[in-house]
């Protein structure tokens, strides 16, 4: 495997999370808020700050809410606005993915926005998992010219989804890049690159941090119930470090 010429994006939500994924050896960042939610939109001032704190490629993520990937004519109006600021902040590209009610990958809207990015990259992430037919849409894809599709091979893990991930890459055929993402950890990213034959690959290489609040009013939560108040997810040097070794060997 060639260590140097492979790309490990890294799933980030925080300044701190950049900055460990730099240190690691990543070469681009997604950036989002919320990724309990599998992530949305980071502010304004998340990206600004992420751009003064790591020298990374930044893809910033473009969705208005949690939940499935059919939007409303509000939501798909923020998601141009969104891309827009994005645009104006000099980032390297956006992550964005809309479906039809049916299953299938929004045409219309999805070159819309493709247009609105232009001359950003896109990456069509993972709402692709919830297509009834993934080669039908890797081929419209294809035709609107989207320049990534970050999946897990239709799988709750890209290793379980890997054989379709396979069958996607040799479809592709250079035409547009199989990201796979979903579970990628140091003990299995060698062994979906090899099946795969995929040249990057998406994880958040995370773990979890605990608060530094000593006082602790225990009887009421924030979050959604079950929600952790007390800790949070950051990426950890180490574990991208460990992925980037494992692809070396």
């Given at each position: 495997?060639?260590?140097?010429?492979?790309?490990?994006?890294?799933?980030?939500?925080?300044?701190?999370?950049?900055?460990?994924?730099?240190?690691?050896?990543?070469?681009?960042?997604?950036?989002?808020?919320?990724?309990?939610?599998?992530?949305?939109?980071?502010?304004?001032?998340?990206?600004?700050?992420v751009q003064a704190a790591c020298d990374l490629d930044i893809m910033v993520m473009i969705r208005p809410r949690g939940g499935d990937f059919l939007y409303s004519d509000h939501e798909?109006?923020?998601?141009?606005?969104?891309?827009?600021?994005?645009?104006?902040?000099?980032?390297?590209?956006?992550?964005?993915?809309?479906?039809?009610?049916?299953?299938?990958?929004?045409?219309?809207?999805?070159?819309?926005?493709?247009?609105?990015?232009?001359?950003?990259?896109?990456?069509?992430?993972?709402?692709?998992?919830?297509?009834?037919?993934?080669?039908?849409?890797?081929?419209?894809?294809?035709?609107?010219?989207?320049?990534?599709?970050?999946?897990?091979?239709?799988?709750?893990?890209?290793?379980?989804?890997?054989?379709?991930?396979?069958?996607?890459?040799?479809?592709?055929?250079?035409?547009?890049?199989?990201?796979?993402?979903?579970?990628?950890?140091?003990?299995?990213?060698?062994?979906?690159?090899?099946?795969?034959?995929?040249?990057?690959?998406?994880?958040?290489?995370?773990?979890?941090?605990?608060?530094?609040?000593?006082?602790?009013?225990?009887?009421?939560?924030?979050?959604?119930?079950?929600?952790?108040?007390?800790?949070?997810?950051?990426?950890d040097e180490n574990i991208i470090r460990e992925m980037r070794e494992r692809l070396s060997v």
């Amino acid at each position: 495997m060639h260590n140097d010429k492979f790309t490990l994006e890294v799933c980030i939500d925080s300044v701190e999370s950049a900055i460990a994924a730099q240190k690691g050896g990543a070469q681009r960042v997604e950036l989002c808020d919320n990724l309990i939610e599998g992530g949305t939109t980071p502010s304004l001032g998340m990206i600004q700050q992420v751009q003064a704190a790591c020298d990374l490629d930044i893809m910033v993520m473009i969705r208005p809410r949690g939940g499935d990937f059919l939007y409303s004519d509000h939501e798909y109006e923020v998601m141009k606005r969104n891309i827009l600021a994005a645009k104006g902040l000099g980032v390297k590209g956006v992550v964005f993915g809309l479906l039809t009610p049916d299953g299938a990958i929004d045409e219309e809207r999805t070159a819309e926005l493709l247009h609105l990015a232009r001359p950003m990259e896109v990456t069509f992430h993972r709402a692709f998992d919830m297509v009834q037919d993934p080669l039908e849409a890797l081929d419209l894809l294809i035709e609107l010219g989207v320049d990534r599709l970050l999946t897990s091979g239709q799988e709750a893990t890209a290793f379980e989804g890997r054989a379709l991930i396979q069958q996607l890459h040799e479809r592709a055929n250079g035409r547009i890049s199989i990201m796979p993402g979903a579970g990628i950890r140091p003990h299995n990213i060698a062994q979906i690159v090899a099946e795969t034959g995929v040249n990057e690959c998406h994880g958040s290489g995370s773990s979890s941090i605990p608060s530094a609040m000593r006082y602790r009013n225990q009887r009421i939560s924030m979050g959604a119930p079950g929600m952790p108040e007390y800790e949070r997810k950051v990426t950890d040097e180490n574990i991208i470090r460990e992925m980037r070794e494992r692809l070396s060997v």
